[in-house]
C-alpha cells in the first residue's frame, strides 16, 4: 500500500447521518456546555465539604427513587445528572468530610477529579499490550520500588485495593512452597496440609485469601499479640516448631503494619530474620501503615518492611488517591508471574500493538483492568512525595493531640497507647457496670454519627468497646478534633439516659445510680 493509500484511509470519515448511528453526543457543543455546568456543581460539593453534614441517613424516599424500574428508554445525559445530585451527592459515606473518623478511607482531592476524566475519556485496557497508559502502571510501580526499597528486578501490580493484593501475594507464596504444580493439580495432591501465619489483629483479608485459595481458614494459624498489639515472635516460632513436628507444610507469615484497630506495626526486621531463617514467605499487609514510611519521623517503624518477599497497600488510603487503587510488590518476579501467567493463543504477546511483554493480565487474575495508574500517578506528580509525607505526618500528630485531650479528660480513657493515625478511647464513668460501659460508648458512637458531626467508628479493645477515631484526611485540623470531644460532651447525658432506661427494663439493671 502506497503512501497517498494510507493518507486516504486516515482522512475524516463524514458525520453519521442519524443520531441513534453511535451513542457520541448529537451536538458535542452542546455536550461540551454540560459537562462545564457539572464540573461546576462538582468542584461546589467538594469546596463546600465542611458546610454539611459528616454523614446522614439515606431516607426512604431517595431509596424508593435510587430503586426505580429497569431503564428500557434514554433519559438524557442531564436528567440522569439531576438524579445524582439530588438522590446520590447528600447521602455519601462522608470519608471527603474532615470529620469522618470511622475506617481508614482515603480523602481524595481535587485533582483527582481531573485523572479520573482523562482515564474515562482514554478507556484504557490495562490487560496488556502496547500503549502509553501501560508505561504509566510500570513507572508507578518502579516509583513504589524506590519507596520500599525493593530490588529493581521484583515485579508489581495495581489492583482495587490491599484485600486483592493479599490474594495475589499469598496465591504467590502458595504456589512458590507447594510441591506439586498446584495451577495444574490444585491442592488434592498434598501429603502435607500447608500452613500460614498472622497475628490476632491482622485484617480479614488475610483469611478469606486463604479461604478464597482453598488452603481453607482454619490453616491460617491466628498467633497472639504482645502488649503493643505486635504478633508475639515467641509464640510465632513455638507454632511453627509444632506445626512442623505434626507433619504440616508452614510456608508464609503475613505480618502487619498498620493494625485495623490501633495501627500497630509488627517488628517486621524479627519477622524478616524469622522467615529466613525457617525458609518462609514474608507478606507484609501494609494497607495504610506502609505509607509511613514517607514520614521522617515514622520510618524507622517499618524498618525490614524492604526484606519482605511481598507487600500489599493502597494508594486510596493515606496518600488520598481516589477510589479505587492498590498494589502488590513482589520480590521474585518469576515466582509472580508463574502463578498467574497463561499460553492462550488471543493472548500471544508479538508485535505491534500486541507487543509490550511482559503484560499486566501474567501477573493476576484480571484480563480487563482499568487505568488506575493514572490517578496515582497524577496525585504523585501533582503533589510530591515531600507534601504527601508531610501529610501523613500531621494526621499522627492530630491523633496525639486527641489522646492529649483524652488524657486531660475527666470521663474520657485512652484504651490503648497512640500509635500513627488511630485514637481508640471511651467513655467511662465509674458507677456503671462493665455491660453499661459498654452500652453507654455503643450509644455514643450512634449519636454521634446521626447528628452529622463526626463519624466515629467502633471496635474492641481488650475486651472493651472502644471510639475509634482513624485520621487519614489531610481535610482534619484540630478544630475539627476539638469539635469532636465538644460534641461527645453535649451528647453523653443523652447517651447515658438510654443506657438507663434500657437496663431499667433489663434483669441486668443496677438500681443505685446516684453517683453516675
Avoid at 125 to 135: C, D, F, I, K, S
Avoid at 209 to 221: S, V
Avoid at 350 to 359: M, R, T
Avoid at 372 to 397: Q, Y
Wanted: glycine share 8%; aromatic share 8%; with cysteine.
Amino acid at each position: 500500500m502506497s503512501e497517498n493509500d494510507i493518507m486516504k484511509l486516515l482522512q475524516p470519515v463524514a458525520e453519521p447521518k442519524h443520531e441513534g448511528d453511535s451513542l457520541d453526543p448529537a451536538d458535542w457543543d452542546k455536550f461540551l456546555g454540560h459537562c462545564i455546568a457539572e464540573l461546576r456543581q462538582v468542584t461546589r460539593h467538594l469546596s463546600s465539604v465542611r458546610n454539611r453534614p459528616a454523614w446522614q441517613p439515606v431516607p426512604g424516599d431517595v431509596k424508593q427513587a435510587i430503586e426505580e424500574d429497569l431503564p428500557l428508554e434514554p433519559q438524557g445525559a442531564e436528567g440522569v445528572c439531576k438524579d445524582i445530585r439530588s438522590n446520590i451527592l447528600p447521602y455519601l459515606l462522608g470519608n471527603t468530610h474532615p470529620r469522618f473518623f470511622g475506617w481508614v478511607h482515603g480523602s481524595g482531592t481535587a485533582g483527582g477529579l481531573i485523572a479520573d476524566l482523562y482515564a474515562a475519556a482514554m478507556n484504557a485496557n490495562l490487560g496488556g499490550r502496547e500503549h502509553a497508559p501501560v508505561y504509566v502502571e510500570r513507572t508507578v510501580i518502579d516509583w513504589c520500588k524506590r519507596i520500599f526499597a525493593f530490588p529493581e528486578t521484583s515485579s508489581g501490580l495495581l489492583v482495587s485495593g490491599t484485600s486483592m493484593a493479599n490474594a495475589v501475594a499469598v496465591a504467590v507464596a502458595r504456589n512458590h512452597h507447594c510441591p506439586v504444580d498446584v495451577r495444574e493439580e490444585g491442592l488434592t495432591l498434598l501429603s502435607k496440609t500447608m500452613v500460614g501465619y498472622t497475628s490476632t489483629e491482622s485484617h480479614c483479608s488475610v483469611a478469606k485469601a486463604f479461604e478464597l485459595l482453598g488452603l481453607g481458614r482454619k490453616q491460617l494459624r491466628k498467633i497472639p499479640v504482645n502488649r503493643n498489639f505486635q504478633i508475639d515472635l515467641e509464640a510465632l516460632q513455638t507454632q511453627v516448631a509444632r506445626d512442623r513436628e505434626a507433619g504440616f507444610q508452614p510456608f508464609c507469615v503475613v505480618g502487619t503494619a498498620g493494625t485495623v484497630n490501633c495501627a500497630a506495626i509488627d517488628d517486621l526486621q524479627e519477622l524478616a530474620t524469622i522467615c529466613d531463617r525457617e525458609e518462609l514467605w514474608l507478606h507484609v499487609d501494609g494497607a495504610f501503615g506502609a505509607m509511613a514510611i514517607l514520614s521522617d519521623e515514622f520510618r524507622g517503624d517499618l524498618a525490614g518492611i524492604e526484606r519482605a518477599d511481598s507487600l500489599a497497600f493502597d494508594f486510596h488510603k493515606w496518600i488520598h488517591v481516589g477510589y479505587d487503587a492498590g498494589c502488590v510488590l513482589v520480590r521474585n518476579a518469576e515466582a509472580h508471574r508463574s502463578a498467574f501467567n497463561t499460553t492462550e493463543d488471543y493472548l500471544a504477546v508479538a508485535q505491534g500493538a500486541a507487543a509490550g511483554a511482559p503484560w499486566f493480565c501474567e501477573f493476576g487474575p484480571e484480563l480487563s483492568r482499568g487505568f488506575r495508574a493514572l490517578k496515582v500517578w497524577f496525585t504523585i506528580k501533582e503533589h510530591g512525595l515531600n507534601r504527601l509525607g508531610a501529610k501523613i505526618s500531621d494526621n499522627c500528630r492530630l491523633a496525639r493531640f486527641l489522646g492529649d485531650l483524652v488524657d486531660k479528660h475527666p470521663n474520657l480513657e485512652n484504651l490503648v497507647r497512640v500509635s500513627l493515625n488511630i485514637v481508640c478511647f471511651r467513655y467511662r464513668i465509674p458507677a456503671l457496670s462493665a455491660a453499661e460501659l459498654d452500652s453507654l460508648n455503643d450509644e455514643l458512637i450512634l449519636l454521634l454519627q446521626e447528628s452529622g458531626v463526626a463519624v466515629p467508628s467502633r471496635t474492641r479493645i481488650n475486651n472493651q468497646v472502644a471510639i475509634r477515631v482513624n485520621l487519614t484526611n489531610h481535610r482534619t485540623t484540630e478544630s475539627d478534633i476539638r469539635i469532636l470531644v465538644e460534641a461527645i460532651d453535649e451528647i453523653a447525658p443523652q447517651a447515658l439516659s438510654r443506657v438507663v432506661q434500657g437496663f431499667e427494663q433489663s434483669q441486668d439493671y443496677l438500681p443505685d445510680r446516684s453517683s453516675a
